[in-house]
């Protein structure tokens, strides 16, 4: 079999044998149904409680929070980034706070946040855009800076206006950086928004987790981690893909 | 090579590495130490004006922040918590390197091991663990340990995936020269591998030391009654503004230094080419 | 004669401000006529592509003037100019059948004539079996031969290459060479090329240019005499052994001074 179709292979199989080892060893006794739940469980947990209705308005809460902070990020990210590359001089200085910021946990800002926002969404959002922003402004530096300068030459000889430059020449040819920094930007608004709701917040798929935990209900936090997570691997699964897609075009061979 | 624009170990991290360029000439360096005086003093600035906006309720003022602090550090109370996040810290980066390195060099020498883990570790890498944290604290219970296996979560996976990049990376033809000269399995680690491999791999322990101490401050911050974690959120509950103040701002320049230090390491240790 | 000049140069001086102050260029007289092949040869950072650069009105001179079709140059690159540079400006995330059309976009032609023009570009440089291939999956010399197309659908008038085989081994330089004599032949254009090798220039042009070191001014023209029907196999041909000799004869010197200045 080819050496692609192994590797996918085993590590299917390796998923796979872990969640049945677990499974087995759950139901068996080995682990304590106190700690944790067998897979199955997790997973029946999980249906019944979407199925149900129950988890609707923590979805809604969590995810509309979420995309709230993704597109604000973004935003803020691309077009701080651009106004720092066309600056040389304020570029110098950002640049260390940049190659630093991520050394800082920005969970510890979160009560500050609440303090001053008020326990809702806004500090959420806040924190969702302080961990994401910084990821989208380096990756439009990042980007910007890969242009090739013969491409910016080409658009002076084929005499294209500023903003045909822009969307045919700069934006093109900045994209695969740029959808790198998109992708960490989803994983990091994610996560933020869950880290920020499972330490102290009132609503949301966090805060259920957390809740679950403190009421000693295993079956609930379980089914509410396992479909948390499962959210997180397959939507940055997809973006992962998408940003393959993208690459391979322009590199194969 | 980690540069933003070279080559990254692996997927998405070439972004969380900024590459600063060569020592620059002093007219520009002077520029930019007092463009950086300035940025700091607009820190200052906002700092203070959303602290006395705000009465002291969501953040305490620069000033009284610092003449808190100064009072802080002279309490054993400070210390006593101080020491026990750096103890959960120092045991969980240590677990999270020697147990990353070992790792990475195995899926990057054992290369279909390597490409059968990589995507899982990546995946790991981006989902909130904060979610799993409650299944730590079960299976270990409230206490240090839990805070370490937290820490220890965190990481040692971008440690174990730098490290693997790095080591897959080598280039061919200094193995090559390791058989030509005959050397022992041991010495080809040693004398090739890691000096070859050796700033990937202290970016990699560098971003695995913050998020070591991310995770242990996160999980004193949910659960624990010590540690810096705690007595921010506490400080918050009590609507103790200027010690949560305090904390953060600690928690702020210990984490900017400690990264500072590990960028200049790295660059004295292993040189990069312009 | 007035009306068959081209491309003219008038006391053209380029100087980069320092510190310190380089005078990169000149001053340059010169003039190209319609439908000559020019081709300039000079040391390394003699100025050539400086050169190039003033002739499309990508840089603007310091002093001088540059005229296009009898029009003084302002801060754009005027229409009926097609550029090829040195580095592959193949742009990587349009398949080679859109890089060709990319000039056409603001042509204004009708989809139909756009597919005729670019399907006649794309075979006339031999790339038909490629054209839905994507840059990455190309050798160098089909990289620039997509270049070239893509210049080539404009139709230019003038047709500048800054040292487009540059990247390429002789043997793909020599075949490439007798490509861009086609093209030549079949636009009508004009056409400017710099380049480094001695024999391309000897080869392919109608007149050569030997540039001095930094600053680059002109301090030898030849006319090479050869018909408009050449190709590469002038190279076995007498008179080319003695233009080669006398081009190198000529920038010798001037390379030494560069190459002293560059150590």
Redesign the interface.
Known sequence: MK?RH??VF??IA??AGSIIFLEVCCRAGIIDP???IPPSEMFASMIDRVGSGEMNASIMSTFSTIVFAFVLAIGFGILAGALIHRSP??R??V??????Y????T???Y??L???LGLGKAPLVVLGVLSAAP?VM??T??GL??I?P??I??A?????SPA?TFS??VL??A?P?LF??L??AL?YA??GV??GE???SGTGL?YD??F??QSFD?RA?YGT?LF??SI??IS??FL?AW?GRLAR????? | MGGATGAAPFEGMSDLLLEDAQPRPTPRRRVRAFDTFLLVLTVLALWQTIGSWTKGVAVSPPWQTLVYLSGLLRTWMFWDHAAATLAAFLLAFLLSALIGLALGLLFGVRRFAGDVAEPLLAGFYTIPKVTLYPVVLLIFGLGLSAKIAFGVMHGLVPITLFTLGAVRNLSPVLIRTAKVLHLSSGRTILWILVPACLGDILNGLRIGFSLSLLGVLIGEMFSSQRGLGFLLVNGMAQHNVPLSTAIVTVIVVVAIAANTAMLRLGRWTAPRPA | MASESHVELNEVVRQYDGPPAIQALGPIDLVIDRGEFFSIVGPSGCGKSTLLDVVCGLAQPTSGSVRFEGKELCAEVPEGVGVVFQEDSSMPWLSVRQNVAFGLRTSGLSKKQMTERVDHAVGFMGLAQFADHYPAQLSGGMRQRVCIARTLVLRPRLILLDEPFGALDQQTRLLMGDELLRLWRETGATVLLITHALDEAAMLSDRVGVMSARPGRFIDMIETGWPRDRDSRVVSDREFGALTARLWSSLREESLKAMGRAA
């Open positions: 050496r192994a590797i085993v590590r390796v998923l106190l700690t944790v001089r304020l110098d200085v640049d260390p706070l940049l190659a630093s991520y050394s800082v946990p969970f510890i800002f009560p500050l609440v303090a001053l990821a380096i990756s530096l990042s800076d890969g090739s013969v491409l030459k080409l002076r000889v084929h005499r294209l045909r045919w020449i093109p040819a994209l950086r790198t920094g992708k960490l994983s994610l996560i869950i880290a499972f330490i102290l966090g987790i957390s679950a935990y295993n936090m981690m948390v997570l997180a691997v940055n699964g992962y940003e075009r322009r590199s194969r061979g």
